[in-house]
């Protein structure tokens, strides 16, 4: 079974900071990457941040690169999205997503078979 859960979602001021935690089942890990999305209300889903599975290279959209980061704990199959000095435009739903082929594109969503329930984000100002 493919499972993805996230958790760590909350309300901060700008310039604080959270930590997003994606748990996975062992199958899901194993798939060609993973990643996080996000979507605000009346927006369309937009990628965050993506990682390869066979070596961990990351890639950010440009409105969070220098202030989030993706990484893996291989042994927990747990994914992560530090997420630092963080803005009102921040907001939203966290989703962990996880793509079985290449290319896994950060910003084609239908790139991704799978898709946890999210997290809820919330920056105010």
């Known amino acids: 079974q493919v499972q993805l859960v996230e958790s760590g979602g909350g309300s901060v001021q700008a310039g604080g900071s959270l930590r997003l935690t994606c748990g996975a089942s062992?199958?899901?890990?194993?798939?060609?990457?993973m990643g996080w999305y996000r979507q605000a209300p009346g927006k369309e889903r937009e990628g965050v941040a993506r990682?390869?599975?066979?070596?961990?290279?990351?890639d950010y959209a440009d409105s969070v690169k220098g202030r989030f980061t993706i990484s893996r704990d291989v042994a927990k199959n747990t994914l992560h999205l530090q997420m630092n000095n963080l803005k009102p435009e921040d907001t939203g739903m966290y989703y962990c997503a996880a793509a079985t082929n290449y290319p896994c594109r950060l910003n084609v969503a239908a790139d991704f078979d799978f898709w946890g329930q999210g997290t809820q984000v919330t920056v105010s100002s």
């Open positions: 062992t199958d899901t890990y194993r798939r060609s990457c």
């Open positions: 990682i390869l599975t066979f070596d961990g290279n990351p």
